[in-house]
């Protein structure tokens, strides 16, 4: 049999069908396959596949599958949770596919220098595991975060691999010409290895948990013009569109435009004001605010977003408390021309506190983790193909070049100087969404970072007082910075 196939696919979902798509419009020869086998033949059958017939086979077998490879093969697997089978072991996050028996069946398959690579949305540590193990088999092993959807997956979208690095070269072409590309010149492509074991799917990890903050920041500014400035969705649209052409172009600004054009066909309603409000998730920003709980990252952005989803899908008990709880209500009456650039700015600043959230953790886990992460280079990943994607992550880029030790990004000449400049606008905002009723947690948690990041004096000397008080956990004191640690018998000192 002839071994001419540059890659297998395993798992034809709607991500694993575009990937393949995708490498073939770029000349790879793909072989696939599907634990639901009728699934592959379903594939195959399609017309656009057909026409692509001479770089595309399909398989009903893992074996007929490595049995189509060029060595050193090379086999990713995009598994859903729903299509996993069950694991020699418990994984650690039950909700993530279980891919561990699959591993076991290549790995008696394969040869030594192969390498598996995971393309799903795995929790970090299961990464970490996995790749000790392959390679303790003496094959390579690859976790690979995928961003950008369907579409970013049919047409480019950001990969963030990490785990074998010997392994990087096998897969570097196929990748890096299938990702999303930037640049003047569209050259750069959106794809560029992270670090070693895990470092992949952490730093995907953190790519969904500042997901989460964007949507929710954009969510607040969108509450706020419709109940502070009772816009209409014609000017909210009207609103997002001007943002777009300036500081807040990005994938989300441009899509949240778009929505407030959307009319139901069968009511003429807008359908926006039709969807219940109601959020879902699927874990990943819940585990950066774990993680970032772990490490001690003060990642307050992220976890204020996820408790935003959490109490948005209490919807029967809101209803309950919305009959016996009372609270202020009302518009703003001052110059809605100008709040609304005052909300902007509001905006603009809190996304800068959530990437500088965001990269201070990814700060934390390199050092936990011995990841050598290149912080500008990341940026970069994001800049095309994802969901983040944004002109503003060129700016981060920037500050990583002229500092590379830079220990925050609210510390860059060009962040601190928009969030000094959008302070007031920002103080005012949050002020008025208090004064009003209207939650903008995202908002505020925001601004809560900031003035905590900026203080040089915080009130955690009480707090150490207390937990010596109660619990004999000593102190450090300000006078003595080279003695210590001390303990007070507080209630004899009393006396």
Known sequence: MIENYDIGLMGLAVMGQ??????????????????????????????????KAEHLVGTHSLKELVSKLKRPRKVMLMIQSKDAVPAPEVTLYPNIAAIDAVIEELLTLLEPGDVIIDGGNTHFRDTERRTKFVESKGLLYIGTGVSGGEEGARKGPSMMPGGSEKAWNFVKDIFQSISAKVGTKKDIPCCEWVGSRGAGHYVKMVHNGIEYGDMQ?????????????????EEIYATFSEWNKGELDSYLIDITKDIFTVKDKET????????????????????????????????????????????????EARV??????????????????????????ALYASKICSYAQG??????????????LQYGQIAM??????????????????????DPKLENLLLAPYF?????????AWRHVVKTAIELGIPVPAFSTALSYYDSYRSAVLPANLLQAQRD??????YQRTDKPTEGPFHTDWITEKQ
Not at 39 to 49: A, G, L, R, W
Not at 361 to 368: P, V, Y
Not at 469 to 474: D, E, L, R, S
């Open 18 to 51: 575009n990937l393949v798509l995708n490498m073939v419009d770029h000349g790879y020869k793909v072989a696939v396959f599907n634990r639901t086998v009728s699934k592959v033949d379903e594939f195959i059958n399609q017309p656009e596949c057909k026409a």
């Open 217 to 233: 920041l954009i969510c607040e500014a969108y509450w706020m013009l419709k109940n502070a400035v009772n816009f209409s969705n």
């Open 359 to 372: 990269y201070v953790q990814m700060q934390a886990a390199g050092r936990e983790y011995d990841w050598q």
């Open 320 to 345: 309950r408390a919305s009959k016996i709880l009372n609270g202020p209500a009302g518009t703003y009456k001052g110059d809605k021309k100008l709040f609304v650039e005052q909300i902007r700015k």
């Open 268 to 315: 003429g309603k807008y359908l926006v004001d039709l969807i219940l409000d109601t959020a879902g998730a699927k874990g990943t920003g819940k585990w950066m605010s774990q993680l970032a709980l772990d490490i001690g990252a003060p990642s307050s952005l992220v976890t204020e977003a996820v408790y935003a989803r959490c109490i948005s899908a209490m919807k």
């Open 469 to 474: 008080y109660f619990g004999a956990h000593t």
């Open 416 to 424: 601190r100087e928009v969030v000094e400049s959008a302070q007031d």
């Open 381 to 402: 990943l994001w800049r095309g193909g994802c969901i983040i994607r944004a002109v503003f992550l060129e700016r981060i880029k920037e500050a990583f070049d002229a």
